[in-house]
Every structure is written in structure tokens, then in C-alpha cells.
């Protein structure tokens, strides 16, 4: 996918909700576990549910993972029931990986080129080389912890390190100058919405994904002041146990299309109010 289609579809949808496929089976609803793949029926009923929603599907892959080779199996499922019935979806495989550079690019091709996501979440520790091998994949998005929403979050990202500038800050704007730098994107959390005007000062257009809203607390409204770019809109705000779990019951679907469209029309008056669509 390229930023001019998720741009389209944001316009269209008026909507920049991603919505975070965590699936815990602890909390799936009972009827569907004795389905031959709870986790692939949970998701594919959300899915069919929020598509006309959201323009993102985030599964984070560690409540795959957690379930060994059949949740990497659920999640391959999920992923190819998106990409061929909802081709126009944003995908995101939230794996936050990196390492040495031959390393990540065997992670990129698990990620793009395997499962075909259109994006994967990636940590910068380990600099330009880790995360170069991500970004060389064409109209495939590289998205980078830049300002995470929990609270060591700043532990880190917020130390005044390099030229008395705070850590994060360095990350984005060092990063916005490697090679093929147009395929990234950042993670910044809902919950920092005070850190966003001056995230927009040194990454005026990047698009920014931002967890937190739901069940962290982050503020919609909070992000959108600073974070909303009039002309790219360049945010997708991700909400997971918020959507997933507003019901536990036989309805979860149907709940999670309630949440998802308040968050929808929350983002439709912004947008409205901004003129943008
Ligand atoms: O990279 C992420 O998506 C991420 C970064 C971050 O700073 N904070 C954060 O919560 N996340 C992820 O976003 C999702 C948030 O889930 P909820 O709090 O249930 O909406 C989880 O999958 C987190 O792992």
C-alpha cells in the first residue's frame, strides 16, 4: 500500500482508527472455544464487524506467539482473510523487532514477503543498520518506537542525552535521514498528548501511530490538537482491549462495532472541524 491510498481511505472512511486484534483466549467469549481456531473466528467476526470503520488492523504478534504454531497459524489466517477481503486495510504486525542487519531483513521478509503486512513496528536501539533492511522493502512501512505510551516509557526516550535534547527526539529526527527514510513511520502513545507539538516540529509529515486511547487512557482530542497534519492527516490511533473486549459475551461483535463507532465519529467532527474531509 502507498501513503496516497492510506491518505484515500482516511478521507474516505473519515476515520483513522486502527483497531488492535490482542487476542487472549482467557478472555474470549465461551462460545467461541470450541470452534476449531477460537482466536481466527474471534478476530475474523471483529473484522467483519469494524472493517467499514477502521482503515487498521493491529495484531500484536505476542498474543500469537503465546500460543505457539497454532497461534502463528491464527495469525496467518488473519492476515490473509484482511488481505483478500479487505485488500484497502492498513495492516500492521506490532513485533517491534530489529537486530543486526541480516538478521532484520529475514525478519522483514517474515513480515512482508511471508505474511504480506504492509508495515511492521520495529525498536531503534541498535541504529541505521537494524532497521535499514526494514525500510528497503517498497510501499511496505517501517514503524519505529519513538515516544512509547507506558509509563517507563520515559525512562529512557525522555532523558536529556544528545545535545540536551530528550533521546526520543534525537531517534526521529537521526532516523528521518537514513537511507529510504520515506517508509517509516513512529509510535508515539496517546498518553504523552502533551509531547506532540514539538514531535510535529521536527516530523511535520511523518505519519505517527499512536496506542493508548482505551483502556491506557490516552485523550483523542489531546493527540489530534497537535499531532493532526491538515494535510496528510498522518496519525492512525490504535485502540485494542477497548474495541475488542467491549463485550464478553455472545454480542462482542456487535459491542465492538459500538466502540469502534464512537471513536469513528469522534474522528469524523475532527476532521470536519479541521476542514481536512
Ligand atoms: O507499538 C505499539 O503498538 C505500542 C506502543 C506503545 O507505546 N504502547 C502500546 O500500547 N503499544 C501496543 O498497542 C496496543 C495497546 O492496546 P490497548 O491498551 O489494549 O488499546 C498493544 O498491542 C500494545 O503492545
Not at 472455544?33 to 475474523?44: A, R
Not at 471483529?46 to 505457539?68: R, S
Not at 536529556?160 to 532516523?175: A, G, Q, R
Not at 456487535?254 to 472541524?273: H, P, R, Y
Request: aromatic letters at 10%; hydrophobic letters at 40%; one cysteine or more.
Amino acid at each position: 500500500m502507498t501513503i496516497t491510498e492510506l491518505v484515500g481511505e482516511i478521507k474516505k472512511k473519515k476515520s483513522f482508527l486502527c483497531v488492535g486484534l490482542d487476542v487472549d483466549l482467557t478472555k474470549t467469549p465461551s462460545h467461541l472455544l470450541n470452534t476449531e481456531d477460537p482466536i481466527f473466528e474471534f478476530n475474523k467476526q471483529i473484522i467483519d464487524a469494524t472493517h467499514h470503520l477502521a482503515v487498521a488492523y493491529k495484531p500484536n504478534t505476542a498474543f500469537y506467539e503465546a500460543y505457539g504454531i497454532k497461534g502463528w497459524q491464527s495469525l496467518d489466517k488473519t492476515i490473509n482473510y484482511i488481505n483478500q477481503n479487505y485488500p484497502e486495510i492498513f495492516t500492521i504486525a506490532d513485533a517491534k523487532r530489529g537486530d543486526i542487519g541480516n538478521t532484520s531483513t529475514m525478519y522483514a521478509k517474515a513480515f512482508f514477503e511471508d505474511l504480506n503486512f504492509d508495515s511492521v513496528t520495529v525498536a531503534p536501539y541498535m541504529g541505521s543498520d537494524s532497521v535499514e533492511p526494514f525500510l528497503a522493502f517498497k510501499d511496505k512501512f517501517t514503524i519505529m518506537l519513538a515516544l512509547t505510551s507506558n509509563k517507563g516509557g520515559l525512562d529512557f526516550q525522555g532523558k536529556d542525552l544528545i545535545n540536551n535534547k530528550p533521546l526520543y527526539k534525537e531517534v526521529i529526527k537521526t532516523s528521518l535521514t537514513w537511507n529510504n527514510s520515506e517508509n517509516l513511520m513512529f509510535v508515539v502513545g496517546a498518553t504523552k498528548a502533551e509531547y506532540f507539538k514539538g514531535i510535529r516540529e521536527i516530523a511535520p509529515n511523518s505519519f505517527l501511530l499512536v496506542p493508548g486511547v482505551g483502556a491506557q487512557g490516552g485523550s483523542l482530542e489531546g493527540v489530534c490538537e497537535f499531532g493532526l497534519n491538515k494535510e496528510n492527516i498522518g496519525l492512525l490511533i490504535n485502540s485494542s482491549r477497548g474495541i475488542i473486549y467491549a463485550s464478553k459475551g455472545e454480542d462482542f461483535a456487535n459491542a465492538a462495532q459500538i466502540e469502534a463507532q464512537k471513536l469513528q465519529a469522534q474522528m469524523a467532527k475532527i476532521l470536519a472541524d479541521n476542514n481536512i474531509a
